[in-house]
């Protein structure tokens, strides 16, 4: 019998709800348990595909190709697990297939209502994927905020949930602020009206997640405790901190994962965390520590680029390094008082992450050609990829002006173009390649090196391809099509032959990648990274 959490957050928006599912999920994992989990968006988009990344931050993509909020990303990372399109759904995909039942005449005349059509239609959801899942606990994310309107059918569906299922089977809890004073004293008062709130809505919380900037004190901590109704020993200590990896360890240490499997009768096993304990240990204590370039055009908010992020923190693991990320606007080195050699002395790797328009493209291809000509370790993803490309086919292959359709649809050489089938739909969201593809690597390449086998399946989200017409061409200018698709006539990967390591893919490693296993592309890419800048501080 599937046992759930439902997760909720009062005060402010952003309080950290999915590093707490997230964190806690990983207990669990590390206590034998299986773990699924489902994060629930209350806007009105089908999707977060067509959202804007400054806005919402990255979209993450699962392997079975569905766009989803980046939380998912946190999740897969911290569990060490694949999701697909059932963990995440938004008010607009409920209500779109609410609306569809009527069309068909499921309701039989009824009229369709909030309740109960709308929450029936959001408890099926998360009851058919605890079911089909069959993991021993799934974790239930609400996004939003308590007391936001939006929010109101969700809770209501896990009002009634709570009413459904048995005690024993059923957690709540809350994740709110503390806030502090400029004077350094903690504040109680938004947390108790937030968890007010709650409970004028039908729920009690279980436990209760401080997020705070300074340490409760056990005086707070007992007030807290008595004003909103809880156990001392359920108000958990959510401070800050620079390092979210850690997070799960200090739970362990309050004894969270002790208060859930007790609450759900499950046997306390001995928690098995020994190497997320070393991950951390690298993180605060580097034997390396060394500077990547992110070139792109989002850098103002790091959020939509939190996989890649997290994925080179993976590679940095991998080498005993941390990656300190240096965030370049690929606009700014169009400047005319731009200074190269100063922007990215302190660099030892460059790295181009993926995107959609021409804003900001020019900028990427200097970045690339400056890694290319300077034999500096370069990454390119998606976006990336095709940057490195079109560098390529400019200044080495003597294609003059050569660029992608996408950019330029008059350019004489399109080394970049839509897929056959592509070609004249202009549709948003119903023309990229989404998800899990095939990937052949060629041996004797980098690519290979790195991966060590000969076949892959990685994630994509894009809808330009290299054009087939000029790879004889790039090829025989030293650009090796590393990686290609099963019949060939996609490329996957690109890398410059006679460079130390200059790699691009068309798909996105970085959403495979997880702290205990990082992805190959991006374990090389940090060894290589740590070689130049041996090599140039000795």
Same mark, same amino acid.
Not at 17 to 35: C, E, P, Q
Not at 312 to 332: P, R
């Given at each position: ?208 997640? @401080? ?175 095709? @940057? ?91 650009? @090796? ?58």
């Amino acid at each position: 019998m599937t046992k759930y959490i439902f997760v909720t957050g009062g005060v402010i928006s952003g309080i950290g709800k999915g590093i707490t599912t997230a964190s806690i999920g990983r207990l669990l994992i590390d206590r034998g348990f299986s773990v699924m989990v489902v994060k629930i968006d209350p806007y009105i988009n089908s999707d977060a595909g067509t959202m804007d990344p400054f806005q919402h931050g990255e979209v993450f993509v699962t392997k079975d190709g569905a766009e989803t909020d980046l939380d998912l990303g946190n999740y897969e990372r911290f569990l060490g697990v694949d999701l697909d399109q059932r963990s995440n759904f938004t008010t607009g995909s409920v209500y779109s297939e609410v609306i569809a039942k009527e069309r068909r005449g499921d309701y039989l005349g009824e009229t369709v209502q909030l309740i109960p059509h709308i929450t029936e239609e959001i408890k099926n959801r998360i009851y058919n994927l605890g079911k089909d899942s069959g993991a021993d606990v799934l974790i239930v994310e609400i996004g939003g905020t308590i007391g936001d309107f939006e929010m109101l059918p969700f809770v209501e569906a896990i009002r009634q949930m709570s009413m459904e299922i048995k005690a024993e089977d059923q957690m709540f809890i809350h994740v709110s602020l503390i806030y502090t004073l400029p004077d350094g004293e903690n504040k109680s008062k938004p947390t108790q009206h937030s968890i007010r709130t709650l409970q004028e809505l039908g729920i009690r919380p279980d436990l209760l997640i @401080c997020r705070t900037s300074r340490a409760l004190n056990p005086g707070l901590r007992k007030k807290i405790a008595l004003l909103c109704g809880l156990e001392v020993e359920s108000i958990i200590e959510g401070r800050d901190t620079k390092i979210v990896d850690e997070i799960p360890l200090r739970f362990e240490r309050q004894g969270v994962a002790t208060q859930v499997v007790k609450r759900f009768g499950l046997k306390d096993q001995s928690p098995n965390g020994s190497s997320w304990q070393e991950l951390v240990d690298v993180l605060k204590s580097p034997k390396y520590r060394l500077n990547v370039a992110i070139v792109g055009k989002y850098v103002k908010g790091s959020d939509t680029y939190l996989s890649i992020q997290e994925a080179l923190k993976h590679g940095g693991f991998a080498n005993q390094a941390v990656v300190n990320i240096k965030w370049v606007d690929s606009e700014s080195l169009l400047e005319d008082e731009v200074d190269l050699e100063e922007t990215f002395a302190d660099v030892d790797g460059i790295l181009v992450p993926g995107g959609f328009g021409i804003r900001g493209i020019e900028g990427m291809l200097v970045a690339v050609g400056y890694a290319r000509v300077n034999l500096i370790p370069y990454l390119g993803l998606c976006l990336g990829m095709q @940057c490195l490309v079109i560098e390529f086919a400019r200044n080495v292959a003597n294609l003059d002006g050569a660029n992608s359709s996408e950019f330029n649809p008059d350019t004489k050489y399109p080394v970049i173009d839509l897929m056959e089938e592509q070609q004249g739909v202009d549709e948003k969201g119903g023309t990229m390649r989404l998800g899990h593809y095939e990937c052949i690597i060629k041996e004797n390449t980098k690519s290979h090196e790195a991966y060590g086998i000969n076949s892959v399946m990685e994630r994509h989200r894009h809808r330009y391809e290299l054009n087939n017409e000029y790879r004889a061409k790039l090829e025989s200018k030293g650009l @090796c099509f590393s990686g290609v698709s099963p019949n060939y006539s996609l490329v996957e990967i690109a890398e410059i032959s006679d460079h130390p390591w200059m790699v691009g893919s068309q798909f996105h490693p970085e959403f495979q990648s997880k702290p205990l296993a990082p992805h190959p592309l991006f374990r090389d890419f940090v060894k290589h990274v740590l070689v130049h800048h041996t090599k140039e501080n000795g």
